[in-house]
C-alpha cells in the first residue's frame, strides 16, 4: 500500500430525505498527516464525517481506507480496521474514567487494554488522578480529554473529530491542541472539523467545505492568501 492509498474518498455524495449536503467531496488522506476540514455552519462537515464513518448512509461515491473500498462495511467493521472518531457522546458520564476507556478498548482484550490505558495515563495525567471518578465529575476540558482517550485506546490510525474545542475554554483549547500534536507525532493521522483558528496550528493541510462541495484545499498559509477561502474560513476574517 502506497501512502497515497491511506485514505481516499471520490463522489460522495449524501444527504437526509430529500435534502442533499453532500455533492461529489473528493478527498485524500496520507499516512501520519493531518488535515483540517473548515466551513461555515451547515456546510457539511458533520454530514462528512459521518458519512465516512458510516453514520449517514452514502448515496454515491466511494471510500477506501489502506487500499480497501469500505463505504458498503458498518460502521463497526471500519472502526476494527482502525478508523476512530472523537465525539463527546460517547463518554459515559454515570461511567468512571477508567469504565470509559476500558469501553473504547473493548475490541484490544482485557490484557492489553490495561497496558494500552497505562501508556495513555502517562500523556493525560489529570485522568490518572481521577480515574477512579464518574466522568460526570470532570470539568468540560477534563471530559474532552477523555473523549480524545477513549478515542485512541484501540490504536486506530485515522481520528476523526468533529469540533474538538467546542464548549471549551480558551486555555484549554490549548491542551487539547498540544495532545492531539502529541498523538499526531506518535503516528495518528487526523482529520479535525474545526472552526477554531488554533487548531490551525495543527494543520498540514486545509480543505473548505462550502455548501456541501470542496471550494479550497491547500495549505495554511495558501488559505491565508486565498481570499475566498478567507471568507469561507469567518476566524480567519479581518
Ligand atoms: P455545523 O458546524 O453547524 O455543525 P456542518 O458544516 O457540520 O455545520 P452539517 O451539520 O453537516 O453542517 O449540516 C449540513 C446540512 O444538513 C444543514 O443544512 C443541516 O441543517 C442539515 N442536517 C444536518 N443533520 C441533519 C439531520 N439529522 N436531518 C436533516 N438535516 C440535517
Given at each position: 500500500m502506497?501512502?497515497?492509498?491511506?485514505?481516499?474518498?471520490?463522489?460522495?455524495?449524501?444527504g437526509y430525505?430529500?435534502?442533499?449536503?453532500?455533492?461529489g467531496v473528493e478527498l485524500s488522506l496520507r499516512q501520519g498527516e493531518s488535515v483540517v476540514l473548515l466551513g461555515a455552519n451547515g456546510a457539511?462537515?458533520?454530514t462528512l464525517?459521518?458519512?465516512l464513518l458510516g453514520l449517514v448512509p452514502l448515496w454515491r461515491g466511494e471510500i477506501r481506507f489502506l487500499g480497501r473500498r469500505i463505504e458498503t462495511w458498518p460502521t463497526e467493521t471500519r472502526v476494527r480496521a482502525g478508523l476512530a472518531f472523537m465525539t463527546e457522546q460517547g463518554v459515559f458520564p454515570n461511567l468512571s474514567v477508567e469504565e470509559n476507556l476500558a469501553v473504547g478498548g473493548f475490541h484490544l482484550g482485557r490484557t492489553t487494554a490495561?497496558?494500552?490505558?497505562?501508556?495513555?495515563?502517562?500523556?493525560?495525567?489529570?485522568?490518572r488522578e481521577k480515574r477512579r471518578e464518574p466522568a460526570a465529575n470532570l470539568s468540560g476540558g477534563q471530559?474532552?480529554?477523555?473523549?480524545?482517550?477513549?478515542a485512541v485506546v484501540a490504536r486506530p490510525r485515522l481520528l476523526l473529530m468533529d469540533e474538538p474545542s467546542a464548549g471549551l475554554a480558551p486555555r484549554?483549547?490549548?491542551?487539547?491542541?498540544?495532545?492531539?500534536?502529541?498523538?499526531h507525532r506518535d503516528g495518528l493521522t487526523l482529520f479535525i472539523a474545526e472552526q477554531n483558528v488554533k487548531f490551525l496550528e495543527l494543520a498540514q493541510r486545509t480543505l473548505v467545505l462550502e455548501g456541501g462541495r470542496v471550494a479550497f484545499?491547500?495549505?495554511?498559509?495558501?488559505?491565508?492568501?486565498?481570499?475566498?477561502?478567507?471568507?469561507?474560513?469567518?476566524?480567519l476574517e479581518g
Open positions: 502506497s501512502v497515497e492509498d491511506f485514505f481516499r474518498a471520490a463522489g460522495v455524495e449524501a430525505g430529500a435534502l442533499q449536503v453532500l455533492w457539511g462537515k458533520t464525517l459521518r458519512t490495561r497496558r494500552r490505558i497505562g501508556e495513555l495515563y502517562e500523556m493525560f495525567a489529570d485522568l471530559r474532552k480529554l477523555l473523549a480524545v482517550a477513549k484549554l483549547v490549548g491542551q487539547v491542541v498540544e495532545i492531539l500534536r502529541q498523538l484545499r491547500g495549505t495554511v498559509e495558501e488559505l491565508r492568501e486565498n481570499d475566498a477561502a478567507r471568507k469561507a474560513y469567518f476566524g
